[in-house]
């Protein structure tokens, strides 16, 4: 992988890879762990049992924050691309992931029944949208959307 630099204007870090392959590999990571929060909530059933497992939470949640930092990675090129709040998505990370024992179960599990789903389905149209336009700058990281 390519060397990291930080970028002055935004905070941001940039790499000296094909901007295109990451993306559309953070996309097919993103897929991956909707679906594993998907297949994890169907396990613990209900959100009682959630409550009852630390294994269940850990379980669930380490899959919601991977998804928020994967939303980290492309974040630019996530809001130049579809309007969404990836923000909180984003946040919903840095909660997981520096206040975890402070882990609001109730909001985690609604996250996880409806967050996690609409999120599956941008990134699934982001996939379909690429694939029509391969030849195009649709991956590039300063493409913007055309509406």
């Not at 009852?52 to 990675?73: K, M, N, W």
């Not at 492309?74 to 309007?83: K, T």
Request: glycine share 6%; hydrophobic share 35%; with cysteine.
């Amino acid at each position: 992988m390519g060397m990291r630099s930080r970028s002055e204007s935004k905070g941001r870090w940039s790499m000296s890879v094909d901007n295109r392959t990451v993306v559309d590999d953070t996309l097919d990571l993103m897929i991956r762990y909707c679906n594993d929060v998907a297949y994890i909530r169907h396990q613990i059933g209900t959100i009682e049992n959630l409550y009852d497992s630390i294994t269940y939470q850990y379980a669930l949640a380490g899959a919601v924050q991977q998804i928020g930092e994967c939303t980290r990675q492309i974040d630019i090129w996530l809001e130049n691309h579809y309007d969404y709040n990836w923000s909180k998505v984003i946040g919903m990370r840095n909660i997981l992931s520096h206040r975890y024992h402070k882990l609001d179960k109730e909001l985690l599990w609604k996250v996880a029944e409806n967050r996690v789903p609409e999120v599956l389905g941008i990134v699934l149209d982001l996939k379909e949208k690429a694939a029509l336009y391969p030849d195009e700058d649709f991956l590039n990281i300063g493409s913007k959307r055309s509406d």
